[in-house]
């Protein structure tokens, strides 16, 4: 078990949505290894691998902006949708279930895709 948190049913609750910066993200430490939460700025949130597909920039300091992020090392732009780089580059980051209940983020440590 994760120091803090909660598990609500297949889910880890990881805290509050306002605790996550609008277009910003949120590094959650997990046995898999660090995940980013991101919140973008209609308030949808995701979670990606905290690693770009590149270099494994940390994708949790990048910046948000749209539905993507992009990688503070070299620029690569990822779909937070899907986790795949997009426009030239390619590659992939492995993406996560998460979903906003109560005003809570919850996420799911299984990978999605």
């Known amino acids: 078990m994760m120091d803090g948190m909660r598990v609500v049913r297949d889910f880890v609750d990881v805290g509050a949505l306002e605790e996550i910066p609008s277009l910003g993200a949120r590094c959650v430490k997990t046995a898999m290894g660090d995940i980013a939460v991101f919140r973008t700025?209609?308030?949808?949130?995701?979670?990606?691998?905290?690693?770009?597909?590149?270099?494994?920039?940390?994708l949790s300091?990048?910046?948000?902006?749209?539905?993507?992020?992009?990688?503070?090392?070299?620029?690569?732009?990822?779909?937070?949708?899907?986790?795949?780089?997009?426009?030239?580059?390619?590659?992939?980051?492995?993406?996560f279930s998460v979903k906003v209940?109560?005003?809570?983020?919850?996420?799911?440590v299984g990978v999605t895709a």
């Not at 700025?41 to 979670?47: E, I, K, L, S």
Request: proline share 7%; aromatic share 4%.
């Open 61 to 95: 300091q990048g910046i948000v902006h749209g539905d993507a992020v992009t990688c503070p090392l070299h620029g690569w732009v990822i779909s937070l949708q899907s986790g795949k780089a997009m426009g030239l580059d390619t590659g992939c980051t492995p993406r």
């Open 41 to 58: 700025a209609d308030d949808t949130v995701y979670a990606l691998r905290n690693q770009c597909p590149h270099k494994a920039g940390p």
């Open 101 to 108: 209940e109560h005003g809570r983020v919850l996420l799911s």
